[in-house]
């Protein structure tokens, strides 16, 4: 398949990079083809200017070049990814400006919706399994993210799966590079 994978981070080579970087390598081993979408790298600007803002009686609204080009980088692929680190239980201001301008009615939802195959969702974490859980946070980020937008938008085969413990130990760490090649191969 291809793949377009989304990238949120300031730090290429951060730990959430490490994660990007094995997941590819995972994609590639299983014969999938990726792109990278590196989101601060290509500075894209998740304000929302008057040119992408939804027009509800417009399905066919013609949006901003910025956000027409992000949408074909879109079409071009079979399915998507997203990593990130999990910013205040949810993906990052980059990552959501990305959905709120590029995602748009008549495109992604509305009249029209997306036909890729399937998404997955990588956050990086740093509180534990048992405090997601415990608190309820894994639950409301499944419900914002995979009902909320993926399934919203016509993709159902979605998925996230969370780094828990991303700041402890270099053992803990390397289990989890190991699970993003793992996520990649079986993609
Ligand atoms: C602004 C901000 C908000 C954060 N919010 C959360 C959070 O809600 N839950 C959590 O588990 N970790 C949270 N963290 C910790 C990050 O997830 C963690 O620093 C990151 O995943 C580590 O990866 P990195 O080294 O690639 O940045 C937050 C970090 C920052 C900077």
Same mark, same amino acid.
């Given at each position: 398949?291809? @793949? !377009?994978?989304?990238?949120?981070?300031?730090? /290429? &080579?951060s730990f959430s990079g490490a994660v990007l970087d094995a997941f590819l390598e995972g994609?590639?081993?299983?014969?999938h083809e990726a792109e990278v979408a590196d989101l601060y790298a290509e500075g894209f600007d998740p304000r929302m200017p008057l040119a992408?803002?939804?027009?509800?009686?417009d399905d066919d609204k013609v949006y901003s070049g910025a @956000? !027409?080009?992000?949408?074909?980088?879109?079409? /071009? &692929?079979?399915?998507?990814?997203?990593?990130?680190?999990?910013?205040?239980?949810?993906?990052?201001a980059m990552t959501k400006g990305w959905i709120d301008r590029v995602w748009n009615n008549?495109?992604?939802?509305?009249?029209?919706?997306?036909?890729?195959?399937?998404?997955l969702m990588i956050g990086i974490a740093a509180n534990s399994a048992e405090g997601y859980r415990e608190r309820g946070d894994l639950a409301a980020m499944r419900?914002?993210?995979?009902?909320?937008?993926?399934?919203?938008?016509?993709?159902?085969?979605a998925?996230?799966?969370?780094?828990?413990?991303?700041?402890?130990?270099?053992?803990?760490?390397?289990?989890?590079?190991?699970?993003?090649r793992r996520l990649g191969r079986d993609f």
């Open positions: 398949m291809k @793949v !377009l994978v989304v990238f949120d981070h300031p730090r /290429r &080579h994609l590639t081993e299983a014969g992408d803002e939804p027009d509800w009686d @956000v !027409l080009a992000e949408q074909a980088r879109i079409a /071009r &692929h079979d399915a998507i990814a997203f990593v990130f680190p999990v910013w205040w239980w949810s993906v990052p008549g495109w992604a939802y509305g009249a029209r919706k997306l036909p890729h195959q399937k998404a419900s914002q993210l995979l009902v909320g937008v993926l399934n919203y938008c016509g993709i159902m085969n998925d996230l799966r969370l780094f828990y413990d991303a700041l402890e130990t270099d053992e803990i760490r390397a289990g989890l590079i190991e699970e993003a």
